[in-house]
């Protein structure tokens, strides 16, 4: 798969340069930069600047373009085996998934289970850029139907917790726990909420119909791991 921008590709350079298949540049780099993809022993080819947006869809490569390893997707017996996941239901938008994906990584969360019928490989790539990379390193994976992956959990004994405006604001969290968000425009749907744990809630102090589901994992992960203290 494709990666672009100077930022993610330097990201991998440091983390993992094994997965870098070969580079394409668009512009002259400074030489320090120049010097590490050099190392590499990687392909390094000279493409003009239609053929680097033809590879980036149409978005801001900088001038650096990268074609990586993606990273396969685990079954859901593998992510079973993990001690938190998050799982995305109907989350569709490629910047609110790349930050739930760094914020997950940088929390250390096992793995996220993403509810969708598909995902694409342009979705996959824009992920991946907008993680900042750490979606190269968080284990994950793609399933269809939410109430298998609901009976899934129950049956390997994942508390599961539910985000809603309408919920408590702490609970008791088990050793093995999953964390359902829906997408900010329709959330989860009162039948799943029916089949889950709990429901946690972040209360506002002004008004406000909801957060960025993003910004919401972030403080909902921190708030069940500080539960389990």
């Given at each position: ?158 508390m599961l917790i539910g985000a809603d405006m309408q919920g408590q604001e702490s609970c008791n969290v088990k050793k093995k726990w999953a964390l359902f ?5 329709e959330g989860l749907s009162a039948r799943l909420k029916h089949k889950l744990d709990t429901i946690l809630s972040i209360k506002m102090e002004h008004h ?22």
């Amino acid at each position: 798969m494709i990666i672009y921008g100077k930022q993610p590709i330097l990201y991998i350079l440091h983390t993992n340069a094994s997965c870098i298949e070969e580079i394409y540049l668009a512009k002259e780099l400074p030489k320090d930069i120049f010097k590490q993809l050099a190392r590499l022993d990687k392909p390094i080819k000279r493409v003009d600047m239609k053929k680097a947006q033809a590879l980036a869809h149409g978005g801001n490569h900088q001038g650096i373009l990268a074609s990586i390893i993606p990273p396969s997707p685990l079954s859901l017996n593998d992510l079973k085996s993990k001690d938190s996941l998050l799982v995305l239901y109907n989350v569709t938008d490629v910047g609110n998934i790349g930050s739930i994906f760094r914020t997950a990584y940088a929390l250390g969360v096992g793995g996220v289970v993403i509810c969708l019928s598909n995902l694409s490989q342009k979705a996959i790539e824009s992920i991946a850029r907008l993680s900042s990379g750490a979606f190269l390193h968080m284990p994950y994976g793609v399933f269809p139907h939410i109430f298998d992956i609901i009976n899934e959990l129950k049956n390997a004994d994942f508390m599961l917790i539910g985000a809603d405006m309408q919920g408590q604001e702490s609970c008791n969290v088990k050793k093995k726990w999953a964390l359902f968000l829906g997408s900010e425009s329709e959330g989860l749907s009162a039948r799943l909420k029916h089949k889950l744990d709990t429901i946690l809630s972040i209360k506002m102090e002004h008004h406000f119909d909801s957060l960025n589901v993003a910004v919401a994992t972030g403080i909902l992960i921190d708030r069940i791991k500080n539960a389990r203290k």
